[in-house]
């Protein structure tokens, strides 16, 4: 398997809706409104196996100091192949000059993102607002 990597923001509401909902994500529910979010995002590096959308990392920032990952995801039948940390890599390349790059990451994602060289704040903590509004 050869995985192609891509610097875009176009997608599919299908290619969308798919990586979405392999990973049990509600989002991949709304994929037109994944294929807007998509543009908008500043940085969007995805992973392809041939057609297939298998992974991507989206990133928002303040254009100078301050990244933020707001969405990393991989196909499970994917996992194992350093998708992910490939996909990290290119992030913190891309974004090497700003003082921060930031990861909000669930406790059982937060070993995958120490092990790409991001540390727990031990100051702050994560806070949300979760909408249900449709």
């Not at 392999?22 to 590096?45: Q, R």
């Not at 041939?50 to 920032?61: A, P, R």
């Not at 933020?68 to 196909?75: A, I, P, R």
């Amino acid at each position: 398997m050869k995985i192609q990597y891509k610097d875009i923001h176009d997608f599919s509401e299908k290619e969308l809706e798919e990586l979405f909902l392999s990973v049990d994500w509600s989002s991949g529910h709304f994929p037109e409104k994944l294929v807007v979010a998509m543009k908008n995002f500043k940085t969007v590096f995805s992973a392809w196996d041939g057609e297939k959308l298998v992974g991507m990392i989206c990133v928002m920032d303040d254009g100078i100091m301050n990244a933020y990952v707001h969405y990393l995801l991989v196909d499970p039948a994917y996992h194992g192949n350093t998708i992910g940390r490939t996909l990290v890599e290119m992030v913190k390349n891309h974004y090497k000059d700003y003082l921060r790059v930031a990861v909000i990451a669930y406790d059982d994602e937060a070993h995958f993102y120490e092990n790409c060289g991001f540390k727990m704040s031990e100051d702050a903590s994560p806070m949300f607002i979760t909408s249900l509004w449709t």
